[in-house]
Each structure stands twice: as C-alpha cells, then as structure tokens.
C-alpha cells in the first residue's frame, strides 16, 4: 500500500512533526488540505470526534497486539509443541475484520486514508473545500446505503406493520431475508460463532464512520455543504427513477460508474476506498437487481484472508524496527564503508533502501527512516534536494520489489500465487534496478565536494558493522523462514517483532515503552486505510466480473496483436497508469485477478509476470505529476514537488531500463526459483 505501497502518513513517520489534526491525507504536504482548516470547529463535534477516537484507537491497538499473541502461539506450539492450535487462524481472522474497520474508522478521523491530491492542492481555496465537502458526503452516502442495506431490515421488529408489509408474509421472512438473518445462522467451524457476530464488525465501522462525516458537514459552511447535500440528493434520486435506462445502457453502464465516475472522484480528492464502494453500490444499486448487501459479503471475503493478515504484522515491525534504531545503525554501516567515495553517498541511499525495505515493508517508512539520516551530510556535501528527493523516490519504486513488500504479500494472496517464490523472485531484480539507479546517481555527482568527506577507518567500519549486524541479521532471518518453508508469510511477522524487541531491550537499548501505542495506533490506522482499499476493490473487482466486464476484457487481450510480447507492453502500460492513478494495491486488486489467467493462457511464467507488473505499477506510484509515492518522498525529503520533477527524469529512464530487461529475459525472475 503505499506499500507502494501504500503511503504511511508524514505525522506518523520516524523523524517527522507532530501530528496536525488539520492535516489530512496522512499530512503528506502541510498545505495539502486547506479545506480542513475550514471547518468551523464546533466544541461539541470536536469533543465527539475525540471521543470515538479514545474508544476505537486504544481497542484496535490491542487488537494488534492479540493477533501478534495469537499467530506466535500458533508457530511455538506447532514448532515446539508439535501441536498446531486449530482455532488459531480462524480467531485471527475474525478479529483481523474487527481491526480493519476499527483501522478505517481511525485512518478517517485523522485523515489518513490514501487519496489523490494533485488537484487540490492546485485549486483556489474555495474549490478545495467544496471538493473536500463532496468527498465528506460521498463516505456519509456510501456508508449510510450500505447500513440501510444490512441492518435496517434486521432491526425492523418481527411483527410490526412495517415488517408485515415490508415481507408480505411475517417479519420473521423479512429478518431471514436480509443479509445478517442469513449470516446468523451460519457458524465459525471451530470456534462456532455465528458469522453475523463476525459481520458485526463492518456494521460498527460503518456507523462510525457515518457519524464522524456528519459532524464534519455539520463543521462545514452553510454556503458549501448545502448546495452539495441538494445536488446529492437530487442526483441519487434521478439514478433511482432513471433506473430503467442504466440497465438498458448494458456495458455502457459499466463506463459511466467505474471509469467516469471513479474518475471525477478521484481527482478531486475523495479517498480511493469510497470511491470503489460508492461506484460499485451505485452500479448495483440502478444499472442491476442484486441486492446491495453482497457488497458486505466481497467486503468480507476481501478482510478475512488470513494472509493479508501480514499487512499489520509487518508495518508493526518495520515501525519498531525505527524505533529501537536498527534503521540508523545499518545505514551508519554502509556509510562508513563506501559514504567517502565520489558520490558514495548516493550508494549509500540506495543500498540503504534495500536493506531496510526488506525489514520494514512499508515504503515511505523506508524513505523516512533513511532521508533523516543521510541528508544532512549529503546537502553539505553539495548534492541538489531535488537530486536526493529524486533518487529517494525511485529508490522507493525499486523497493517496491523487496520481500517482504506488501505488494509482493497481496499480489500473492488475491492472485493465489506463491508468496515464498515471489519474495526469492524479486530479489534479482530488485538489485538490477538497484544497479541501475546507481549508474545514473555516479554520473550526476560531479557537485560532490570530495574534500568535505570522511574516510572512516577500519577500525571504525568493523565496529559500525558489528553494531548494526543484529539488523542485518534480520531480513535474511525473514526470508530464510519464508523460503525454507518453516513459517509463513504472516506467521514470520511474529517472530521478526519478537527478535526486534529482543535486540532493542538487550542490545541496543534504546526501547522507549512511552512509544509503544503509538506505533500500535498508527498500525491500526495504516492497516485500516489499506485494508479497506482492498476489501473496496475486491467489491468492485466482482461486480465488474458479474457484468461480464472480465470475459470481455480476457478476449480483447488474448486477441491483442504481438501475442507474448504485445501483452506484455500492454500490461506494463496498464499498471504504470493505474499505479500513478490509482495507486498500487487497487489496481493489483482490481486487475490481477482479471490479467494473471490470461498470462497463464498465454504461456507466461506468473511469478515473472507479477515481478514486471509490480516495477511498472511502481514507476507510475512514484512518478510525478500523480504518483502519490513520489509526494510521499517530497513531503519526507520537505522539497517542492515541482522542483524535483524535472531531476527525477533521468531516474525514472533508469527504472525503464531494467523494466524493459526484466520484462525481456525472465530468468532474471524465475532463474533462482
């Protein structure tokens, strides 16, 4: 996510300010929305606001901290105690659901949840809050339909007039009917709670989520929220009474919903996640007759893979992993060995990148714990900020490729492939592109004043190495359990964050408890924001699959000029426009599953594919103008967007390459599986 994935807010990363509560969209740049200030700041709305968040924040926290009790249960009984705890995953995945929603409801509160924001950081500042009031009604409509479509008919009493005429026939059909009666008298296999207990989950997400969009259009101005409620309403009806004719319209339908209106959406800023679920149940709800509660159930089947379960675990980790100093003390190692050569430096950064982004998973968490570090010396060396943000933000597209990247984690999960071959797949080109980035970072160091650098003795390198070799232990650690089959990908999680702490109150000792909830809050609330995007998307993936959309899409591709390699340039151009657009785990999520069975068909080796796809999603996630990544790197490097577009070029050409070489010669992939 993000993680390229997905970005993780500037106020949560190592290094950064202090969270702004005017800040929104996880406060990437601080004049991001300005149509937050706006808001006329009700004591009583912000009290309310407060409020929610000092309920859910410190539940979801323990709820994070219960799922890495009871995945590390499950490794030390199966692999000490030679006795697998049957009802552990399926306990997980049920309070994972909990968490997601509870993750989305902070993510909200504190604007975190990930969203496109080019254009409206560039309108004047009344456009802006009227976007801003659109999108605030957009998560109330969205949320308010969904409820209406699983607890309404549920909490109608058995018997009453309106029941009675609701179901035609008792109450009791009616409440049998909806989506929650049906799930009631479905059980949990091991643990036997019904599912609508489970489901429970997604209905107090949502309510929340409601209220907390109400009081923000009861914080807007009269003169903005009104006009927009009016249009609201107005335009929902006349998709209601013009229902005939969106049937009729056939795939046009599908168009105008999921191109045009997820368009328009996106680029004013409404977050990703309700962008997916307002067009899928608008779809649903006046272009087909199904109900509108089987959005809950893809919602569901999209939250409760126990492998996505490794999406918390390790931002968890890679946030300890910053906060007991591990991230430092291993870029102060590579430092010392080759920091003092003619753009050393910029080696140093990227080497940097690849190291800890095989800890972290977590992109700009990466960026973050490494810029802190590094630039500093690197400007007083003479390097240009828009050079370093430059090489930051590619260096994060390049690291997009290593395990245990989110991406890799997903892509595996929702296109049923094997995640231990991906992480043992992109190592290889993940280095390549590396290689690259470094090629082009030494020829543009001529500004590198050479006389200002320190040469670190040996006896200082071999100490710095013997400092950091406790963190240089641990992705070799994380990938040797993965590839050796000894735990899976969520299970290994557990074991990093224990070895960190470990090493953090042993070794390093630099464990602050005070910093404890924190990271579990912002984990939550990262969780939430990518989780939720991926729940969305899964939605949307089915109902353009229910329409047909899928088969129509398989037959133009399979049919498309150059066979192999037409498809191949296809995909690439596909995924490096939804990464800028849409960033990365939507569109794996929406297109994987759609694109990997004709790579399959077409003979492609699907590991190989997966690894082309991902470096292409990443160019565009961390490609300006829209590559939400590459913001990401500026707010973290505090440069101007504008001022490193044009020194990334060079870069991003780099990135091309190796895409081009990878995608060309598979065994770059596939060679060591």
Same mark, same amino acid.
């Given at each position: 996510?993000?993680?390229?994935?997905?970005?993780?807010?500037?106020?949560?990363?190592?290094?950064?300010?202090?969270?702004?509560?005017?800040?929104?969209?996880?406060?990437?740049?601080?004049?991001?929305?300005?149509?937050?200030?706006?808001?006329?700041?009700?004591?009583?709305?912000?009290?309310?606001?407060?409020?929610?968040?000092?309920?859910?924040?410190?539940?979801?926290? $323990?709820?994070?901290?219960?799922?890495?009790?009871?995945?590390?249960?499950?490794?030390?009984?199966?692999?000490?105690?030679?006795?697998?705890?049957?009802?552990?995953?399926?306990?997980?995945?049920?309070?994972?659901?909990?968490? #997601? $929603? +509870?993750?989305?409801?902070?993510?909200?509160?504190?604007?975190?949840?990930?969203?496109?924001?080019?254009?409206?950081?560039?309108?004047?500042?009344?456009?802006?809050?009227?976007?801003?009031?659109?999108? #605030?009604?957009?998560?109330?409509?969205?949320? +308010?339909?969904?409820?209406?479509?699983?607890?309404?008919?549920?909490?109608?009493?058995?018997?009453?007039?309106?029941?009675?005429?609701?179901?035609?026939?008792?109450?009791?059909?009616?409440?049998?009917?909806?989506?929650?009666?049906?799930?009631?008298?479905?059980?949990?296999?091991?643990?036997?709670?019904?599912?609508?207990?489970?489901?429970?989950?997604?209905?107090?997400?949502?309510?929340?989520?409601?209220?907390?969009?109400?009081?923000?259009?009861?914080?807007?101005?009269?003169?903005?929220?009104?006009?927009?409620?009016?249009?609201?309403?107005?335009?929902?009806?006349?998709?209601?009474?013009?229902?005939?004719?969106?049937?009729?319209?056939?795939?046009?339908?599908?168009?105008?919903?999921?191109?045009?209106?997820?368009?328009?959406?996106?680029?004013?800023?409404?977050?990703?996640?309700?962008?997916?679920? $307002?067009?899928?149940?608008?779809?649903?709800?006046?272009?087909?007759?199904?109900?509108?509660?089987?959005?809950?159930?893809?919602?569901?089947?999209?939250?409760?893979?126990?492998?996505?379960?490794?999406?918390?675990?390790?931002?968890?980790?890679?946030?300890?992993?910053?906060?007991?100093?591990?991230?430092?003390?291993?870029?102060?190692?590579?430092?010392?060995?080759?920091?003092?050569?003619?753009?050393?430096?910029?080696?140093?950064?990227?080497?940097?990148?690849?190291?800890?982004?095989?800890?972290?998973?977590?992109?700009?968490?990466?960026?973050?714990?490494?810029?802190?570090?590094?630039?500093?010396?690197?400007?007083?060396?003479?390097?240009?900020?828009?050079? $370093?943000?430059?090489?930051?933000? #590619?260096?994060?597209?390049?690291?997009?490729?290593?395990?245990?990247?989110?991406?890799?984690?997903?892509?595996?999960?929702?296109?049923?492939?094997?995640?231990?071959?991906?992480?043992?797949?992109?190592?290889?080109?993940?280095?390549?592109?590396?290689?690259?980035?470094?090629?082009?970072?030494?020829?543009?160091?001529?500004?590198?004043?050479?006389?200002?650098?320190?040469?670190?003795?040996?006896?200082?390198?071999?100490?710095?190495?013997?400092?950091?070799?406790?963190?240089?232990?641990?992705?070799?650690?994380?990938?040797?359990?993965?590839?050796?089959?000894?735990?899976?990908?969520?299970?290994?999680?557990?074991?990093?964050?224990?070895?960190?702490?470990?090493?953090?109150?042993?070794?390093?000792?630099?464990?602050?408890?005070?910093?404890?909830?924190?990271? +579990?809050?912002? #984990?939550?609330?990262?969780?939430?924001?990518?989780?939720?995007?991926?729940?969305?998307?899964?939605?949307?993936?089915?109902?353009?699959?229910?329409?047909?959309?899928?088969?129509?899409?398989?037959?133009?591709?399979?049919?498309?000029?150059?066979?192999?390699?037409?498809?191949?340039?296809?995909?690439?151009?596909?995924?490096?426009?939804?990464?800028?657009?849409?960033?990365?785990?939507?569109?794996?999520?929406?297109?994987?599953?759609?694109?990997?069975?004709?790579?399959?068909?077409?003979?492609?080796?699907?590991?190989?594919?997966?690894?082309?796809?991902?470096?292409?999603?990443?160019?565009?996630?961390?490609?300006?103008?829209?590559?939400?990544?590459?913001?990401?790197?500026?707010?973290?490097?505090?440069?101007?967007?504008?001022?490193?577009?044009?020194?990334?070029?060079?870069?991003?050409?780099?990135?091309?390459?190796?895409?081009?070489?990878?995608?060309?010669?598979?065994?770059?992939?596939?060679?060591?599986?």
């Amino acid at each position: 996510m993000v993680s390229a994935s997905p970005p993780m807010p500037e106020a949560t990363l190592p290094g950064a300010t202090p969270p702004d509560p005017n800040q929104a969209n996880g406060g990437e740049l601080e004049d991001l929305l300005a149509p937050r200030q706006a808001r006329l700041h009700r004591t009583w709305t912000r009290a309310v606001e407060r409020a929610i968040g000092w309920i859910v924040e410190p539940v979801a926290a $323990m709820l994070i901290v219960a799922e890495v009790c009871i995945l590390g249960a499950g490794v030390f009984s199966r692999y000490v105690m030679q006795d697998a705890l049957v009802w552990g995953d399926e306990l997980a995945s049920i309070l994972f659901l909990w968490l #997601t $929603m +509870l993750g989305a409801v902070g993510a909200y509160l504190r604007d975190e949840h990930m969203r496109l924001t080019t254009i409206i950081r560039r309108v004047p500042l009344h456009i802006a809050q009227i976007f801003e009031t659109i999108g #605030t009604a957009v998560v109330a409509v969205f949320s +308010l339909e969904l409820l209406a479509a699983l607890v309404w008919p549920a909490v109608i009493p058995p018997g009453s007039s309106l029941s009675n005429l609701l179901s035609g026939s008792g109450g009791s059909q009616f409440f049998a009917a909806s989506y929650l009666g049906q799930e009631a008298i479905d059980f949990t296999p091991s643990l036997q709670i019904p599912r609508s207990y489970v489901l429970l989950g997604i209905v107090v997400g949502l309510t929340l989520i409601l209220a907390i969009s109400a009081l923000r259009l009861i914080d807007s101005r009269p003169k903005t929220v009104l006009p927009v409620l009016a249009a609201t309403v107005a335009l929902s009806i006349a998709a209601w009474l013009g229902r005939d004719v969106f049937v009729a319209l056939g795939n046009l339908s599908l168009v105008l919903f999921f191109v045009m209106f997820v368009g328009a959406e996106i680029a004013i800023g409404v977050p990703i996640a309700f962008t997916f679920g $307002m067009a899928t149940l608008s779809y649903l709800a006046v272009a087909t007759r199904l109900p509108l509660s089987v959005v809950a159930g893809q919602m569901d089947e999209g939250m409760s893979n126990i492998v996505l379960l490794a999406v918390p675990l390790f931002v968890l980790l890679g946030a300890l992993m910053e906060a007991v100093g591990i991230a430092r003390r291993l870029v102060d190692a590579i430092a010392a060995f080759v920091g003092h050569l003619r753009g050393g430096l910029n080696i140093v950064l990227v080497a940097a990148m690849f190291l800890v982004s095989g800890i972290s998973g977590s992109k700009l968490a990466d960026m973050a714990a490494v810029a802190p570090v590094l630039f500093p010396e690197m400007e007083r060396r003479g390097h240009k900020r828009s050079e $370093m943000i430059a090489l930051l933000s #590619t260096s994060g597209a390049m690291a997009e490729l290593i395990p245990p990247s989110l991406v890799l984690i997903i892509i595996g999960s929702v296109c049923n492939l094997s995640i231990q071959a991906l992480f043992t797949g992109g190592l290889l080109p993940a280095a390549l592109a590396s290689l690259c980035l470094i090629v082009v970072a030494l020829r543009r160091s001529r500004d590198d004043r050479m006389e200002l650098a320190h040469r670190a003795s040996w006896t200082m390198r071999l100490r710095a190495l013997a400092v950091a070799l406790p963190g240089l232990v641990m992705p070799f650690l994380i990938r040797y359990l993965i590839v050796a089959g000894i735990a899976t990908a969520t299970e290994v999680s557990t074991v990093g964050v224990a070895y960190t702490l470990i090493v953090g109150i042993v070794i390093y000792r630099e464990f602050d408890c005070r910093r404890v909830y924190p990271k +579990l809050r912002e #984990t939550a609330n990262l969780t939430g924001a990518i989780m939720l995007i991926i729940a969305m998307a899964t939605a949307m993936s089915w109902a353009l699959t229910q329409s047909g959309f899928a088969e129509s899409l398989a037959q133009a591709l399979e049919h498309a000029p150059g066979g192999q390699v037409g498809f191949m340039v296809l995909s690439i151009l596909l995924f490096a426009i939804l990464g800028s657009v849409l960033e990365g785990i939507p569109a794996i999520v929406l297109f994987g599953t759609l694109l990997f069975p004709i790579a399959r068909t077409l003979g492609i080796n699907e590991i190989h594919y997966a690894i082309t796809v991902i470096l292409a999603m990443s160019i565009g996630l961390f490609s300006p103008p829209l590559g939400v990544g590459y913001y990401g790197a500026c707010a973290v490097g505090r440069c101007d967007p504008d001022l490193a577009a044009r020194a990334i070029l060079p870069y991003l050409a780099a990135l091309a390459v190796a895409l081009v070489l990878i995608a060309a010669v598979p065994w770059i992939s596939i060679g060591f599986l």
